[in-house]
């Protein structure tokens, strides 16, 4: 997009900070452009992409101090004496801390000069006089005003006519880096003087004044402006003809006034409405006869005091002065009630309706029940001849909600923390239970777990019987380990039974092997219809003191159609180092077993 500045919007542009970027022209007419080579000749600046204008403030920050112990020696101010400072940043001076001693007995005025630059020969930027007493003390000199200054090298140069005063200083072993000392006309790079400068930062914040979009939006106050034009504060139109145009074409040339504002007045029996402007129109109000709080203005707050609205009985609204609002009659302690009175039986109290017929056999709505032992609050769903129980007739809580926090559905006097008078219907979901399973139908092993949970199957060696002829006829003395003694290859097996459904995750054997054969132990699965024999997974020992390996799997169980057994094998025969105490077999239910 380009954005046209005219002359009236240069100077406000000229107070921020104008970042631009792309190249810059300029014409030999009074021209600028930027983002292009040929500024148009008639116009002042024109900016081809975003442009952003800033403007900058300062405010005071943060204390700090300039500090130089320099107390090893003394210069005589016989002639000035300068000490030079750096600062990093824009800070304003405040005071200068001096190590003075004045000989004799005469006290004196010392004249302190601020200078630019390095050196006693800079501008002088401030000049004041600090007085000195008898003796050696530490004077400080209070800036008035206060010394602003921007980042650089700065001397201040101290003089007196008193030429028994002097200054504690070194020439040598000055500890602060940032100046030096100059006396006699003479610069010392390591010399310096005793002293201290008070100083306070400055913080500058940076606020968007102007900014252009390449998407064409303008924005007043900020930088990301989310409509053609957005201003962040008031928006001024000065000067003759300046207008607002809307989509319509229609013109606002001044904020408007609601000249439908109403005032109601009242004078003797006369009541009148009057607009802002032009006439108003007037009633005239029937005369004589009690107030009937109807035919006026109120003035002031309708003060019932200890009296009750009511409808001609002896029960009705009450407002308290704590202005708690009862219906009914006692003492209330809410904001608002309905009914104080105990209560009987099953009586309700304090009901409230949302439906009831003019003869009291329909009711929906909420009431105070009691079953006798317990109170609570009553739901009645409207239903057939459903008036509320009052003791001896009408019809029960559809819901009650007790006081001890029981729940009765269809009874009044639930004994549990949910007490249903009828059948229970779940549509989905089923229903969770402490241990966190979840039962979804009545039939056996119809609940699930949240998630899957995992189960171990152990077999051990008392499980296995010999394939093949192999025989066991030899164990350990802990009688928990087996290994054949006979047989080319043998083997044993296992048969297991897991749940319908479940997920064989993994097989882990439990050897000793000390020898160079091996044990293996395989997960078979064995479909008798096709006699068809599956090995699901295998795992072997390793020549070793003991071995434990592991072999992991994903095998859904599935009883119907096939069985599952684990077969172990041995590579050698008669030997105790080549030992089995068992097989575990690892896997997930989804539902209890």
């Known amino acids: 997009m380009k954005t046209l500045l005219t002359p009236a919007l240069l100077p406000r542009l000229l107070t921020g900070l104008l970042l631009l970027t792309g190249p810059m022209a300029l014409a030999q007419a009074p021209a600028v452009r930027v983002g292009e080579a040929t500024p148009a000749q008639q116009t002042p600046l024109e900016v081809n992409g975003p442009l952003r204008v800033q403007a900058s403030t300062t405010a005071p920050g943060a204390p700090f101090t300039i500090t130089q112990p320099n107390s090893t020696g003394y210069l005589n101010l016989s002639s000035p004496i300068g000490q030079s400072f750096t600062l990093a940043a824009a800070a304003t001076l405040n005071t200068i801390r001096l190590n003075v001693e004045v000989s004799g007995f005469n006290a004196s005025n010392l004249a302190i000069e601020v200078r630019s630059g390095e050196g006693t020969g800079g501008a002088v930027l401030h000049t004041q006089l600090l007085y000195s007493g008898i003796g050696a003390n530490y004077r400080t000199l209070t800036l008035a005003p206060a010394l602003a200054l921007p980042a650089g090298t700065y001397t201040f140069v101290v003089t007196s006519p008193n030429p028994a005063v002097t200054l504690y200083a070194t020439y040598t072993t000055s500890s602060y880096g940032g100046g030096r000392l100059y006396y006699y006309g003479s610069a010392h790079p390591n010399g310096g003087l005793d002293f201290q400068l008070g100083l306070t930062g400055t913080t500058t914040t940076t606020a968007p004044v102007l900014t252009t979009t390449a998407t064409g939006r303008v924005g007043i106050g900020t930088s990301s402006p989310t409509a053609p034009l957005e201003v962040a504060g008031s928006v001024k139109l000065s000067g003759a003809g300046s207008t607002l145009t809307f989509p319509d074409n229609s013109v606002l040339t001044t904020a408007p006034v609601d000249t439908d504002n109403q005032t109601l007045s009242l004078s003797g029996s006369t009541l009148t409405i009057s607009k802002v402007s032009g006439a108003g129109s007037s009633v005239t109000l029937p005369s004589g006869g009690a107030d009937n709080l109807g035919n006026h203005t109120a003035t002031q707050n309708l003060n019932l005091s200890n009296n009750l609205l009511t409808g001609g009985g002896s029960s009705g609204l009450r407002v308290d002065a704590n202005g708690y609002v009862g219906i009914g009659t006692g003492t209330f302690t809410s904001q608002l009630s309905l009914g104080r009175t105990a209560s009987s039986g099953n009586t309700t109290q304090g009901r409230i309706a949302n439906y009831e017929d003019s003869n009291g056999t329909y009711f929906y709505g909420t009431g105070t029940i009691s079953n006798g032992s317990n109170y609570g609050l009553g739901l009645w769903g409207g239903t057939g001849a459903s008036t509320p129980f009052n003791g001896t007739t009408g019809q ?74 192999s025989t066991p006829t030899a164990f350990f003395p802990n009688s928990d380990d087996f290994y054949p003694t006979s047989g080319t290859q043998p083997a044993f097996r296992a048969p297991i039974l897991l749940p319908q459904g479940a997920t064989i995750t993994g097989i882990t054997l439990y050897a000793y092997d000390s020898n160079t054969a091996a044990i293996t132990a395989e997960l078979v699965s064995y479909a008798p219809a096709t006699f068809f024999r599956l090995v699901a997974t295998s795992v072997s020992s390793v020549n070793g003191t003991a071995t434990n390996p592991s072999a992991p799997l994903s095998l859904v169980v599935d009883n119907t159609v096939r069985s599952y057994s684990v077969r172990v094998s041995f590579g050698a025969v008669n030997t105790n180092l080549l030992t089995v105490s068992g097989v575990q077999v690892n896997y997930l239910v989804s539902q209890p077993d």
């Open 396 to 469: 029960p809580a559809h819901l009650a909600v007790l006081d001890n926090g029981r729940v009765g559905i269809g009874t009044t006097s639930p004994t549990q923390m949910l007490d249903v008078n009828g059948t229970i219907r779940s549509r989905s979901g089923g229903i969770q239970f402490p241990d966190g399973t979840v039962q979804t139908t009545a039939a056996s092993g119809g609940g699930t777990y949240p998630t899957p949970q995992a189960r171990t199957l152990t077999l051990s060696f008392a499980s296995f019987q010999p394939e093949n002829g």
